[in-house]
């Protein structure tokens, strides 16, 4: 063969090599691009969250980078947080529960599971019970995310919630100390009673489990599957041995 003449499948090689190379450029480019475009969430501890929530209404995801429904969502809140950046009333942020600095808040807040959503007055978090579609949680911020009763904005208040809030108001530090941590041990108590009862409830259904696998066993030693073959025999006609 000619010396000069390039054999077909090294150009074929060749080629497959140059689109592999593109491919991965490509991919390296879009991978570049899109952490290049993500917005960063305001990350919220106790050092900066009165500063960045003050007269604020709050929308805040409680989160652990290695959850994966937190990364599924992830974008979406991104999304959400750039919408609102900058907005004079309304604030989506959010607080890394693995973050040591970060922790007082997720245990104030009493956060057991990832992502926990809460909203609100800064000061008072109520829980997001609603969809986690970026749909549903924009809807949620433009309907809820707006001035709201507290002690911020103490005219918004209906005159039952004013007159809590001047009760509170007139009580010590102290008393108010005490007050918290006895409603807060209500809580701890209601979550010890429902782990103990359903503590209670798993060993029953072990239990009852266990006595339905014993009696079909029973059942089926006791002749269940000669019962059923000698009734297929006299079902196909034929009852002999």
């Known amino acids: 063969p000619r010396s000069d003449v390039i054999p077909q499948k090294t150009i074929t090689e060749e080629i497959c090599i140059h689109t592999r190379k593109m491919k ?22 106790p050092s900066n969250y009165d500063e960045l929530t003050s007269g604020k209404t709050v929308f805040l995801k409680f989160f652990a980078p290695w959850c994966g429904h937190c990364k599924a969502m992830a ?6 947080a750039e919408e609102w950046d900058g907005h ?13 600095a970060a922790q007082p808040l997720c245990n104030a807040e009493g956060v057991q599971g990832f992502p926990t959503l809460k909203y609100g007055d ?20 433009k309907e809820n995310l707006k ?16 007159a809590q809030i001047e009760k509170y108001q007139a009580l010590s530090k102290d008393d108010l ?12 108590d209601a979550e010890e009673v429902f782990k103990t009862e359903l503590k209670k409830l798993q060993d029953k259904y072990e239990e009852l489990l266990k006595e339905k696998e014993a009696k ?22 034929s009852d002999e041995l």
């Open 24 to 45: 991965l450029s490509l991919a390296f480019v879009a991978a570049f691009a899109a952490s290049a475009s993500a917005f960063e969430v305001k990350s919220l501890n």
């Open 75 to 80: 974008s979406d809140w991104e999304k959400l």
């Open 88 to 100: 004079a009333v309304g604030l989506v942020a959010e607080v890394d529960c693995t973050d040591d």
């Open 122 to 141: 800064p000061t008072a978090l109520e829980d997001y019970q609603g969809g986690r579609s970026y749909d549903d949680l924009a809807t949620f911020a």
């Open 147 to 162: 001035p709201v009763c507290g002690l911020s904005n103490i005219d918004l208040c209906d005159d039952e919630k004013k």
């Open 177 to 188: 100390e005490k007050a918290i941590e006895a409603e807060t041990q209500k809580i701890t």
């Open 216 to 237: 079909e066993a029973e059942v089926k030693a006791s002749g269940l599957g000669l019962m059923k073959a000698v009734l297929s025999k006299k079902a196909s006609g």
